[in-house]
């Protein structure tokens, strides 16, 4: 059975606040919708993923994510971040896995071994990010209803409530983006294009 992978995305101008400063003022709101780009580009291309569902309210990320070949659904106007992936989730049937819009560097292979292993986790499963406190990624277990804790402490309030911890060595899939640092790292594991070339602009148009 092949998951559906739902990828939330705020308003450009409202997301990444602490990534401020890692490119020029005037680019922060590309470097974004990029990453948020190759992730989704990178989950399409993924064995074992059927679709990749964006939930966003920013039509300039509508517009790029379907230019990809995912699906956009308008995020709800109340409750948040777990309220739109609740939301998306309730677009979709079969297996379902929730994934962050900062992970520049997702290698298919990685995603592919972590859905692998999550579809055996009775109860449903997540991965926690490379410092072990956020959730990078989240699945239901199959037939049952996706549960979304994300905020301060993912990882263990996804396993407070029943999901089983897997911590594979996937590392393009568990260093997501939220400093400049976590961008230098992203960059070294590999960047997709889109990233890449606003980093490329970057350097090539000084910062004023």
């Known amino acids: 059975m ?4 739902l990828v939330p995305v705020k308003r450009l101008a409202a997301a990444k606040t602490r990534l401020r400063g890692a490119v020029g003022a ?24 059927g679709g990749v569902v964006v939930v966003t309210a920013d039509p300039t990320v509508t517009a790029a994510v379907t230019a990809l070949g995912a699906r956009a659904v308008p995020e709800p106007a109340l409750g948040g971040l777990n309220a739109a992936l609740a939301h998306a989730a309730s677009t979709v049937v079969g297996r379902i896995a929730a994934l962050p819009a900062d992970l520049p560097a997702l290698r298919g292979d990685h995603l592919s071994a972590a859905l692998r292993a999550l579809a055996t986790a009775a109860g449903g499963g997540y991965v926690p990010d490379a410092a072990g406190t956020g959730t990078v990624l989240l699945a239901a277990a199959a037939g049952e209803r996706l549960i979304p804790r994300f905020g301060p402490g993912s990882a263990a309030a996804h396993g407070h409530g029943g999901a089983r911890r897997l911590e594979g060595d996937w590392p393009s899939l568990r260093h ?33």
Do not use: K, N
Not at 2 to 5: A, D, F, I, K, N
Not at 33 to 38: F, I, P, V, Y
């Open 2 to 5: 092949e998951w559906s992978v």
């Open 26 to 49: 005037e680019r922060h709101e590309s470097l974004v919708l990029a990453m948020a780009q190759d992730t989704v580009a990178a989950a399409l291309a993924t064995v074992g993923v």
């Open 176 to 208: 997501d983006v939220d400093t400049a640092a976590d961008l230098a790292v992203a960059v070294a594991l590999g960047a997709g294009p889109h990233t890449r070339a606003v980093l490329r602009a970057d350097v090539a148009v000084p910062h004023r």
